[in-house]
């Protein structure tokens, strides 16, 4: 069976509850969005039809930025955070726009608090579908090449507690 060739580190946050608790008690939520809440910070970001100025990367995103540009060879400038209160916040079936990005990158996420599904499904054949679960603390990163032949989404699960994803792009200035 074909899967997309995504990268998945189940592990890649030693203490990822620290994180949420400092994530949760830090930032100030956009609540622009019906299916969940974001924030934005570095670079500014255009993201579903909401314009996110650009704001200083806080420095515990910074470092994470680091610990990516280690981990993946290119040093994000923006953070797009989404806040999933339960399980039923999802996101429906989509590709992320990758015109934006510097050359060569693509969208890494990190995924804190309650394990959710990422579904991809093919974009040539919508049969072929794969779920991948993204436990606390995992970092999945989709290259643009993942993006020209996979949509990805998040299911609702109505078994799900509260989740943040940290999505880290470099983009084009």
């Known amino acids: 069976m074909q899967t997309p060739p995504i990268r998945l580190s189940p592990a890649f946050i030693a203490d990822p509850d620290v994180l949420f608790a400092e994530l949760m008690s830090t930032v ?8 969940r809440k974001t924030a934005s910070f ?8 909401i314009v996110y100025a650009e704001s200083p990367m806080p420095p515990l995103l910074d470092i994470l930025c680091a610990r990516l540009e280690g981990e993946l060879g290119f040093r994000p400038n923006n953070c797009l955070l989404n806040y999933y209160p339960d399980g039923r916040s999802s996101m429906g079936f989509h590709s992320d726009e990758t ?11 990190i995924s804190l608090g309650s394990v959710r599904a990422m579904a991809y499904r093919n974009k040539l054949d919508a049969a072929l579908r794969v779920d991948y ?36 792009r470099a983009i084009r200035r």
């Open 133 to 168: 679960p993204l436990p606390n603390g995992s970092l999945l990163y989709m290259s643009e090449h993942v993006q020209q032949e996979w949509m990805h989404a998040i299911p609702k699960d109505p078994h799900a507690g509260e989740r943040i994803s940290l999505t880290f």
């Open 28 to 35: 100030t939520w956009d609540e622009r969005m019906k299916a």
């Open 99 to 109: 015109d934006g990005l510097a050359d060569g990158t693509g969208v890494a996420i």
């Open 42 to 49: 570095g670079a500014s970001y255009n993201y579903s039809q």
